[in-house]
């Protein structure tokens, strides 16, 4: 199955300042990676997504960049909010063929503290 | 709002028992997961239906059930309930098979006493 991993686990930046959070996978075939946000109380939230024929997407203050050679992606969050606090997910998947788990992170918890 | 509705939002019961959560996915969507997410845990996938055929299974216990009706709502039955149950129970659909968004409802909210 899909291993997926997240680093780092926690984050604490201050407002204004960049976070990045990485994701690694091993199934080669992913070929979809989004990102999601979950915030107490409440089920995530997809907040950013790339396709494997695009290297880098930007929405806005955060971006999604992807490196398929080395099995990676991260997402990028620069001029940090306090409503930025929250869990961070990703859940590399397959567009076609083999089984489809749909494995998420272990998840990032980052805190922007003012 | 994502369009997912999961009821009920809390569900207090004791070993032993069975519950049934439910969920109705967004309008338009065909695939239903479930998620199991425990205290400081990740999230846990449990399983997966497609236009009512279940398509891709987690590590989900035995005495755990879903099903997916015509009408496209699941349910989730929890049976011979444990202390170690107790967690946050997510459903989430898309339109596709895969490879397509996720919207999550917002859980509910097991706690097995």
């Known amino acids: 199955g899909e291993n997926v991993e997240q680093h780092p686990s926690t984050l604490s930046v201050q407002e204004g300042d960049s976070a990045v959070i990485k994701c690694t996978y091993s199934?080669?075939?992913?070929?979809?990676f989004p990102w999601y946000k979950q915030e107490l109380g409440k089920g995530p939230q997809l907040i950013i997504d790339?396709?494997?024929?695009?290297g880098e997407k930007k929405d806005q203050r955060i971006a999604v960049t992807l490196n398929k050679t080395a099995k990676h992606f991260s997402l990028h969050i620069t001029e940090t909010q306090p409503e930025d606090s929250a869990v961070y997910f990703c859940?590399?998947?397959?567009?076609?063929?083999?089984?489809?788990?749909?494995?998420f992170g272990t998840g990032t918890q980052l805190k922007v503290e003012l | 709002d994502s369009g997912v509705t999961q009821t009920p939002k809390h569900l207090i019961t004791a070993t032993g028992q069975r519950v049934t959560l439910r969920c109705s996915p967004r309008?338009?969507?065909?695939?239903v997961y479930w998620y199991q997410q425990s205290l400081d845990q990740g999230l846990q996938f449990l399983i997966q239906?497609?236009?009512?055929?279940?398509?891709a299974k987690g590590n989900i216990l035995e005495r755990f059930s879903a099903q997916q009706f015509p009408d496209l709502h699941s349910e989730l039955n929890l049976s011979s309930l444990e202390l170690g149950d107790s967690a946050l129970y997510f459903c989430?659909?898309?339109?596709?098979?895969?490879?397509?968004?996720?919207?999550f409802g917002n859980g509910t909210r097991l706690t097995v006493t």
């Open positions: 309008s338009g969507d065909l695939s």
């Open positions: 199934d080669s075939a992913s070929n979809y």
């Open positions: 859940a590399p998947s397959r567009g076609e063929g083999g089984g489809n788990k749909l494995t």
């Open positions: 790339i396709r494997s024929n695009v």
């Open positions: 239906y497609y236009n009512g055929e279940e398509r």
């Open positions: 989430a659909s898309s339109v596709a098979y895969r490879g397509s968004p996720l919207h």
